[in-house]
């Protein structure tokens, strides 16, 4: 499913002394089957920009073209239910998702409100909370009695058994363990991969944007200001600069060593191919 | 000093041991880092700190003093906390109201409060918010607030607890920067709970805990080195870390000492 905004205005309280301009004016495209990052400083209009992808939020002024679907300001709830079956989002915050009884339950629904019946529900379930490494021992508790990084896993694999075509992850590593979260992201590429969804993944971790999303786009007070291949965008240290954005750590690594001289080919990916890059050099100037 | 004594805490009597005989002191003016997997008990144990859970086996002293029934009111006042969802302590219908509430609780008079509460605004970036509703902020900002309401009641106890998960990296750095400032004056005993070991780095002292158990502690230095603990408990070291274990002999250094010896 292609989305796309033309003109999209998002203002919160509109018409009252507390009007707060969110996004302004943002034309673009989210094409069908890639892996895009959305960054920005704190406040900059992420999260208000992913609610209105999904229709949890209507634009103000503007358009969402959600496959054939259209949203509006005024649009219809059956509009905005249809978008939402395809479209599934994890929360920043886990709390403001969870709301079942207990944990499977919580799980089931999402696949249940896709027209799956009972049991296929509850396999998917159980599949998704085991893949996130829930254990089964949790399965009856309520979802709020969790620590915080289980809460988090346990609306994961909320969204997941819903089985969306497009999956927003709005900071889906804040309070995972370092192990989890690494799992975790690992988990979100194998699915973009083999199932060919969309992803879009708002973050603070310029390491997880840059090793996994293929596209940017870039936030600043609520204006799209620069999108582009990922490749580009994050190692472009004066613009990351611009925007109060840090470089992901192998860039400024591989930034800091070019300054002493040590210059590679290419600017490695990840802490592998980083270790690959520098031995050869090493060898090479042995 | 805070200190506890063999503390054993389950939610469910006879079920699940969310505390498993924890002891362990603080001392004043010392910033202790907890650390540990996804449900090892870090939040626990900072609400049975803070007197929030109190059905606890084992006992806890503050300043010499046994923590019961009758002082834990009183003993609170010392401690504040950043709880790990920020959604979770908000009070005021202002984000100022919400700074202000706390000292207004304490007795703090009107003049040291208002200064007080801009202090601890302007410290996060958050003054130009101060009349918007807590509840109605982005993600980092609502953290921001709420890590502004504990530093502007100065306690002798503050605890983090993932207090900055949501926060921009520039900003997560103000805040470290903060508590380093905190830390030199040496009258704050400082307990910050993080998932990320590169900002551990300015503890005195690290805890590393796993199924409610305490399996590793000592400085940072000797937390990095246990590799058992730290795999145990689902634990990463620092990406200069990383390298320079890697590449190098992966003795403990800085990301500056790192860049100088590659
Ligand atoms: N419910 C709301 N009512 C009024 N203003 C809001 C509301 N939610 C967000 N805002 C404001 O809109 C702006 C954009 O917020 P948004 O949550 O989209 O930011 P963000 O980029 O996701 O930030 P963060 O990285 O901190 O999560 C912020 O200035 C925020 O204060
Ligand atoms: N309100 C509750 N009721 C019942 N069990 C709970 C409750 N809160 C936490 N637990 C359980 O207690 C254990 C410890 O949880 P705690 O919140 O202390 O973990 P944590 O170390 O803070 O984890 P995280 O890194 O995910 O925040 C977990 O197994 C969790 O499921
Ligand atoms: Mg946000
Ligand atoms: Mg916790």
Known sequence: MRITFKNLTSIYHQNTPFEHLALNDINTTFEEGVYYGIIGHTGSGKSTMIQTLNGLLLPSRGEVHAGDILLRRKSKQKDIHRVKKHVGMVFQFPEHQLFEETVLKDVMFGPKNMGMDETVAQEKAEYYLDLLNIDASLFQSSPFDLSGGQMRKVAIAGILAMEPEVLILDEPTAGLDPKSHIETMALFKRIHQEMGITVILVTHDMNDVYEYTEYVKILSGGHLVREGRTTDLLTDEKLLERFALEPPDIVKLTHDLENKGIIFDSVPRNVEQFTELYEEWRAGNA | ?262
């Open chain 2, 1 to 262: 000093m805070i200190g506890l004594e063999d503390i054993t805490y389950s939610y469910r009597t006879g079920e699940y041991k969310a505390l498993d005989h924890i002891s362990l002191t603080f001392r004043r003016g010392e910033w202790v880092s907890i650390i540990g997997h996804n449900g090892s008990g870090k939040s626990t144990l900072v609400k049975i700190l803070m007197g929030i859970l109190d059905d606890y086996e084992g006992s806890i002293t503050v300043d010499g003093e046994l923590l019961d029934e009758e002082n834990r009111i009183t003993m609170r006042k010392k401690f504040a906390i950043v709880f790990q969802n920020p959604d979770n302590q908000f009070v005021g219908a202002t984000v100022e109201d919400d700074v202000a509430f706390g000292l207004e609780n304490n007795g703090v008079p009107r003049d040291e409060m208002v200064r007080r509460t801009e202090e601890a605004l302007k410290a996060v970036n958050m003054l130009e918010f101060r009349d918007h509703e807590p509840s109605r902020l982005s993600g980092g900002q609502k953290q921001r607030v709420a890590i502004a309401s504990a530093l502007a009641m100065a306690p002798d106890v503050l605890i983090l607890d993932e207090a900055t998960s949501m926060i921009d990296p520039e900003g997560r750095r103000e805040v470290l920067d903060i508590l380093r400032t905190i830390h030199r004056r040496g009258k704050t005993t400082l307990i910050f709970i993080t998932h990320d070991l590169s900002e551990i780095e300015d503890s005195d002292h690290a805890v590393i805990m796993k199924d409610g158990q305490i399996i590793s502690e000592g400085t940072v230095e000797e937390i990095y080195k246990d590799t058992d603990a730290l795999l145990a408990s689902r634990l990463v070291l620092p990406f200069h870390m990383k390298i320079s274990k890697r590449l190098l002999d992966g003795s403990f250094l800085s990301y500056d000492e790192l860049v100088e010896r590659l």
